[in-house]
């Protein structure tokens, strides 16, 4: 995986959805690495013709988190020696980029869990271990606090991903949220907490989104991914991965049980393509902070440790406003040259009930301006004086460049 680049993942390929003309589908959706596909040499074979990357399942001894019944028993299920005789056998390929080693595993298995991916890391050289953490509701939105407890292993999601910090010794944090199962509030506050302790630790940040439905009734819409993706951009999101590109928990996949392309497909595809219009300018820089504008009216920031300020400074550009609320993500180069930008994603309308056009106004001297949305470079107007503004719509994510 290149890590210079920002990445779009899918969980899950089923062998239905392995032919070659369905992998070329994978990859002109915009998708570059797949995660939980076993090792398939056939379909390993065609997700390098075609670029993608494959995380692979069942080369080591899996883990689960679940409801949280075996918390603490990692060591004992799978010893060090059996991810040792499992890469015994293990036969190398170049679509592998990495090897799963788990997902949502409970805080009493992170001491162990730190030794195990020290391991892998020695057995597998040229892959790096992958493990997949809890959002901030545990594994599903209905948990009581007893519940998400016995899952999560502390008393609080602060504390669960500070242990994972303590004792994980990957260069990401990688969990999964699904916002129309958990809400915006609960969405907010776990990028929050990630995106805090990624800060910290100085960990990419790695998420796993929604593309298909809890409600087999409901179709996520085109606008409601576009929510998902740039909020978590505004973060300072490196890596996003999509669920499920097939069948693998509920309904309404991408690609559907007898491998034909749902109406999820177009929508992704445009989605992920302007997500990568994006990311070349966007991976230029770090995210250093987030700051929520013109929030006040809305009840999106209810519990998130979230407050909505009225507009932003940020070096040589002030004054930042919108007739309707802004995530924005601060921005530095990663270089250490002094350019800055803020990553905007618009944020009125996640559920994509009443989409509109917006405008937002800022104050500068600087002369260098530029946006970039997904399609391609935005017109900065400018209004007079050192006033400019830029139109927007809902749910739309620019780069803004000075």
């Known amino acids: 995986m290149d890590r210079t680049r920002l990445n779009i993942g899918a969980y899950i390929l089923q062998p239905y959805a392995r032919s070659e003309t369905h992998i070329k589908d994978l990859a002109d959706c915009g998708i570059d690495f797949v995660i939980c596909i076993d090792n398939d040499r056939e379909a390993l074979d065609l997700l390098e013709k075609y670029g993608v990357g494959a995380i692979v399942t069942g080369v080591v001894p899996g883990w689960w988190g679940g409801n949280g019944e075996v918390a603490g028993t990692l060591e004992k299920v799978n010893p060090l020696q059996d991810y040792e005789t499992a890469a015994a056998s293990f036969e190398d390929h170049p679509a592998i980029w990495g090897i799963d080693i788990g997902d949502e595993p409970s805080a009493l298995d992170f001491p162990y869990y730190g030794k195990v991916m020290e391991r892998v890391q020695e057995l597998f050289p040229n892959q790096f271990a992958f493990l997949n953490l809890y959002p901030n509701y545990a594994s599903v939105a ?72 809890f409600d087999p009734e409901v179709w996520i ?78 009840d999106m920031l209810e519990a998130s440790g979230l407050e909505s300020s009225s507009e932003l400074d940020f070096g040589s550009l002030v004054g930042l406003t919108a007739d309707c609320p802004l995530l924005v993500g601060k921005m530095a180069a990663r270089k250490g040259d002094r350019n800055k930008a803020l990553f905007i994603c618009v944020a009125d309308d996640p559920y994509d009930e009443n989409p509109g056009n917006h405008t937002i106004r800022f104050t500068t001297k600087m002369r260098r301006v530029k946006a970039w949305g997904g399609n391609g470079p935005m017109k900065v107007k400018r209004t007079g004086n050192d006033n400019y503004e830029l139109p927007v719509v809902s749910n739309q994510g620019v780069i803004l460049e000075f």
């Open 142 to 213: 209905q948990n009581t606090d007893d519940q998400a407890l016995s899952q999560l292993g502390t008393a609080t999601y602060e504390e669960h991903i500070k242990q994972y910090c303590q004792y994980i010794p990957a260069d990401y944090l990688s969990y999964d949220f699904y916002y129309k199962v958990a809400g915006v509030q609960k969405d907010y506050a776990n990028l929050r907490i990630v995106s805090d302790a990624c800060h910290k630790n100085s960990l990419d940040m790695w998420i796993t989104l929604q593309v298909n439905s």
């Open 221 to 298: 819409s085109e606008n409601e991914l576009r929510f998902q993706a740039f909020s978590a951009l505004a973060f300072g999101a490196s890596n996003i991965s999509w669920a499920c590109y097939t069948a693998g928990w509920w309904s309404n996949q991408v690609v559907d049980g007898d491998g034909k392309k749902t109406q999820q497909y177009d929508k992704l595809k445009t989605v992920n393509e302007e997500i990568h219009t994006i990311a070349e300018r966007y991976m230029r820089y770090r995210n250093i902070e987030t700051v929520c504008i013109g929030f006040d009216d809305t």
